[in-house]
């Protein structure tokens, strides 16, 4: 009969205890300065040292030579209390699993109130103290709490959490932790040559793995293996079958198999693991720590054996040639396959087939390069660098420069074009400038000198300017418009009016305007944030913005359109104007009361009136000047007559320009729903007569 291993190095002293500096040197310090307390309480994982942690107190301060740091070994307490040692009298174990209730407290305190028989304290050692009911812990508080002299209490668990707060307070509580591998592995090494035993490489890091961390377990694992090998040697093959790992071998002609692309010897390699009776989420680990094991090699190079602690020098020399026939960035992907796949075998009712599944994705490569060219010519446009040529590049380049074509006047023939009576909603590009009569659109092309040449596009590498922001505004408007709806119909009516540095200033019609832009959204990016990112994406350029309220002044002295004025065409050029539409309210005439003059919304027919001239409700289109800037109405032209007859000037309109909206002022009713909803905006109003009406 032999003494089990964890048994036979059962440590004696707190110098021999290994991974619990944090708690063995304030202990020794504390018995040092003799200021040991009362009470104290134990806590960690099973197997990690805190009932010998216990007992080791208890030697120190029943010593003969003591209260010491390090027992002396030959005393009565000490010899009763070490390893082959049949216990102390005054040393009293409660196994609180079986002893939990009010009674055993009771019972406690009545043997708490007699002196000790030899030693110098009686001290009660209480394991798995979670176990103890709150009656009982309550029927403890009073002799925990003010024990007397010769008393001192040791409570040691697994789950402090379950020892009621009362006790706890009155302790002093020590968190003992596993153990690191790297120590844990020097430790079972050197039992090993103790014991005389010879094992194979490998061997010992699945046994230290398999311990998890807890020196009890890792020494009761490596027993069984040395009670189970042939001789004094234990062997690498054995120790894979007995612990249930999968053995290297098998992962080896996986990893190859994939490397390779070969799924002919990938799925041979599953059949083996599901013939043999392995157990499949267990092969998934093991070769989702191979894949960690490469992506480690490849990382580090030759600096893997300081990570790699335990592994062979061949070993490492195998896994260096394996992780040369990958990328990192395919270990990785691989690594993520097999991580999802032991994530969805959790419960599953067939894991053989959630293996295939997996090793089949492994086999796929990676053809995600769309994704990656897209990063990299960002990259280049942020850096400055020009991006390889493209077929579609020289058009996207000179698309912001060209001029925006002028829509001619229709014909005489043409069917009139009909517009809302109350606001204009603008195309989703930028604004475009007003219709050029017929007789302009027909002028010789000597006449067309004034046209703004094209601008060039931004070399690279060259500084931004503004010029360059606002050849390219329009194609930012379309890529914040791709982006999100709701925030291009918050920036359409936006301009760029300055640049320094890195500051862009934005023009805007109106507050809300202004405050709409600043708004924060409540999931996602915000307008600025996505209007940041489409001049990123456009420009290569990362910018800051400085929203401001213009009424269109600033749009009118940097737009080209506004500088290039446009003639009034002669009135013999003009086609003949189509009959304007009824007045809905004509019949309602004798009900109205013509008090006040009533303000109507203004239309924009694109022709006169005919004879008997008639004023009517006339709205330029947008200008590209801004928004809220006040537009003239031109007087109707009359219908044409004979040579020998002039045109009697018509009366124009009032018109009412409205300015744009101040912080002060309210807004229209139901402005704000066109303007989130249509992305649209009130232009200006136009105040008609009663009579001007008839």
Same mark, same amino acid.
């Given at each position: 009969?032999?003494?089990?291993?964890?048994?036979?190095?059962?440590?004696?002293?707190?110098?021999?205890?290994?991974?619990?500096?944090?708690?063995?040197?304030?202990?020794?310090?504390?018995?040092?300065?003799?200021?040991?307390?009362?009470?104290?309480?134990?806590?960690?994982?099973?197997?990690?040292?805190?009932?010998?942690?216990?007992?080791?107190?208890?030697?120190?301060?029943?010593?003969?030579?003591?209260?010491?740091?390090?027992?002396?070994?030959?005393?009565?307490?000490?010899?009763?209390?070490?390893?082959?040692?049949?216990?102390?009298? #005054?040393? /009293?174990?409660?196994?609180?699993?079986?002893?939990?209730?009010?009674?055993?407290?009771?019972?406690?305190?009545?043997?708490?109130?007699?002196?000790?028989?030899?030693?110098?304290?009686?001290?009660?050692?209480? #394991?798995?103290?979670?176990?103890?009911?709150?009656?009982?812990?309550?029927?403890?508080?009073?002799?925990?709490?003010?024990?007397?002299?010769? /008393?001192?209490?040791?409570?040691?668990?697994?789950?402090?959490?379950?020892?009621?707060?009362?006790?706890?307070?009155?302790?002093?509580?020590?968190?003992?932790?596993?153990?690191?591998?790297?120590?844990?592995?020097?430790?079972?090494?050197?039992?090993?040559?103790?014991?005389?035993?010879?094992?194979?490489?490998?061997?010992?890091?699945?046994?230290?793995?398999?311990?998890?961390?807890?020196?009890?377990?890792?020494?009761?694992?490596?027993?069984?293996?040395?009670?189970?090998?042939?001789?004094?040697?234990?062997?690498?093959?054995?120790?894979?079958?007995?612990?249930?790992?999968?053995?290297?071998?098998?992962?080896?002609? /996986?990893?190859?198999?994939?490397?390779?692309?070969?799924?002919?010897?990938?799925?041979?390699?599953?059949?083996?693991?599901?013939?043999?009776?392995?157990?499949?989420?267990?092969?998934?680990?093991?070769?989702?720590?191979?894949?960690?094991?490469?992506?480690?090699?490849?990382?580090?190079?030759?600096?893997?054996?300081?990570?790699?602690?335990?592994?062979?020098?061949?070993?490492?020399?195998?896994?260096?040639?394996?992780?040369?026939?990958?990328?990192?960035?395919?270990?990785?992907?691989?690594?993520?396959?097999?991580?999802?796949?032991?994530?969805?075998?959790?419960?599953?009712?067939?894991?053989?087939?959630?293996?295939?599944?997996?090793?089949?994705?492994?086999?796929?490569?990676?053809?995600?390069?769309?994704?990656?060219?897209?990063?990299?010519?960002?990259?280049?446009?942020?850096?400055?660098?020009?991006?390889?040529?493209?077929?579609?590049?020289?058009?996207?380049?000179?698309?912001?420069?060209?001029?925006?074509?002028?829509?001619?006047?229709?014909?005489?023939?043409?069917?009139?074009?009909?517009?809302?009576?109350?606001?204009?909603?603008?195309?989703?590009?930028?604004?475009?400038?007003?219709?050029?009569?017929?007789?302009?659109?027909?002028?010789?092309?000597?006449?067309?000198?004034?046209?703004?040449?094209?601008?060039?596009?931004?070399?690279?590498?060259?500084?931004?300017?503004?010029?360059?922001?606002?050849?390219?505004?329009?194609?930012?408007?379309?890529?914040?418009?791709?982006?999100?709806?709701?925030?291009?119909?918050?920036?359409?009516?936006?301009?760029?009016?300055?640049?320094?540095?890195?500051?862009?200033?934005?023009?805007?019609?109106?507050?809300?305007?202004?405050?709409?832009?600043?708004?924060?959204?409540?999931?996602?990016?915000?307008?600025?944030?996505?209007?940041?990112?489409?001049?990123?994406?456009?420009?290569?350029?990362?910018?800051?913005?400085?929203?401001? /309220?213009?009424?269109?002044?600033?749009r009118a002295e940097t737009t080209p359109a506004a500088t290039a004025p446009v003639a009034d065409p002669p009135a013999e050029d003009v086609p003949p104007d189509d009959v304007p539409p009824p007045d809905p309210y004509e019949d309602e005439e004798p009900r109205r009361a013509p008090v006040a003059p009533v303000p109507v919304r203004a239309a924009a027919p694109d022709v006169a009136p005919p004879a008997p001239p008639v004023v009517p409700v006339v709205s330029e289109p947008l200008p590209p000047a801004g928004w809220g800037a006040p537009v003239p109405v031109p007087a109707p032209e009359p219908e044409p007559e004979p040579e020998a007859a002039e045109p009697e000037p018509?009366?124009?309109?009032?018109?009412?320009?409205?300015?744009?909206?101040?912080?002060?002022?309210?807004?229209?009713?139901?402005?704000?729903?066109?303007?989130?909803?249509?992305?649209?905006?009130?232009?200006?109003?136009?105040?008609?007569?009663?009579?001007?009406?008839?």
């Open positions: 009969m032999v003494t089990a291993l964890y048994r036979r190095y059962r440590p004696e002293t707190f110098a021999e205890l290994i991974g619990q500096a944090h708690v063995t040197d304030p202990l020794r310090t504390a018995l040092r300065t003799d200021r040991v307390n009362h009470a104290y309480l134990f806590s960690g994982p099973r197997g990690c040292g805190k009932t010998t942690s216990a007992r080791i107190l208890a030697r120190c301060l029943n010593c003969a030579e003591g209260p010491t740091d390090t027992p002396c070994g030959v005393c009565p307490s000490c010899v009763e209390l070490g390893r082959d040692g049949g216990g102390s009298l #005054d040393v /009293v174990e409660i196994d609180a699993a079986s002893h939990n209730g009010v009674d055993d407290a009771r019972d406690l305190r009545e043997r708490a109130v007699f002196a000790p028989a030899r030693d110098r304290y009686k001290i009660f050692i209480l #394991d798995e103290a979670h176990m103890v009911t709150s009656q009982g812990f309550n029927a403890l508080l009073k002799i925990v709490e003010e024990p007397p002299e010769h /008393v001192k209490f040791i409570f040691a668990t697994t789950e402090p959490e379950k020892v009621i707060g009362t006790i706890r307070s009155r302790t002093h509580h020590y968190p003992f932790r596993l153990v690191a591998p790297a120590q844990l592995l020097d430790y079972v090494a050197h039992l090993c040559e103790e014991e005389g035993v010879r094992v194979e490489a490998g061997v010992l890091p699945l046994v230290v793995k398999a311990g998890g961390g807890s020196p009890r377990d890792t020494l009761s694992l490596l027993d069984q293996l040395i009670a189970g090998s042939e001789g004094d040697l234990v062997e690498y093959e054995r120790a894979t079958a007995l612990l249930g790992y999968t053995s290297a071998s098998l992962i080896d002609d /996986v990893v190859a198999a994939v490397a390779e692309g070969d799924a002919a010897g990938a799925f041979a390699a599953v059949d083996r693991i599901v013939q043999t009776g392995q157990d499949p989420r267990r092969f998934v680990e093991d070769l989702l720590e191979r894949m960690r094991d490469l992506i480690v090699v490849a990382a580090t190079g030759d600096a893997a054996a300081s990570v790699l602690r335990g592994a062979p020098a061949d070993q490492l020399a195998a896994l260096t040639v394996q992780a040369q026939r990958f990328g990192t960035a395919e270990l990785s992907r691989i690594a993520d396959t097999i991580s999802d796949a032991l994530d969805e075998m959790v419960g599953a009712t067939s894991p053989r087939l959630h293996l295939e599944l997996m090793v089949a994705r492994m086999l796929v490569p990676a053809t995600d390069i769309g994704a990656a060219a897209t990063r990299i010519e960002r990259l280049e446009r942020r850096v400055g660098v020009e991006a390889a040529p493209s077929a579609s590049a020289p058009a996207r380049a000179a698309a912001p420069a060209a001029p925006v074509a002028t829509p001619a006047r229709p014909a005489a023939d043409a069917a009139p074009v009909v517009r809302p009576p109350s606001f204009d909603v603008p195309p989703p590009s930028a604004p475009v400038p007003p219709a050029r009569p017929a007789a302009a659109a027909a002028t010789p092309p000597a006449a067309a000198t004034d046209v703004p040449a094209p601008q060039p596009a931004r070399p690279a590498g060259a500084p931004l300017t503004i010029q360059h922001v606002r050849d390219a505004w329009p194609e930012v408007l379309e890529t914040v418009q791709r982006a999100k709806r709701s925030a291009w119909a918050v920036v359409y009516t936006s301009y760029p009016l300055a640049l320094q540095d890195d500051v862009l200033t934005l023009a805007f019609v109106s507050r809300s305007d202004v405050e709409g832009f600043k708004r924060p959204a409540q999931t996602g990016g915000g307008v600025s944030e996505v209007l940041r990112t489409a001049i990123l994406e456009v420009l290569g350029v990362r910018v800051k913005f400085l929203p401001r /309220v213009d009424g269109g002044a600033g018509a009366p124009a309109a009032v018109t009412t320009p409205v300015p744009p909206i101040r912080p002060d002022e309210h807004q229209r009713y139901g402005e704000a729903v066109v303007r989130e909803l249509l992305g649209a905006s009130f232009l200006e109003e136009t105040v008609i007569t009663p009579t001007e009406v008839r």
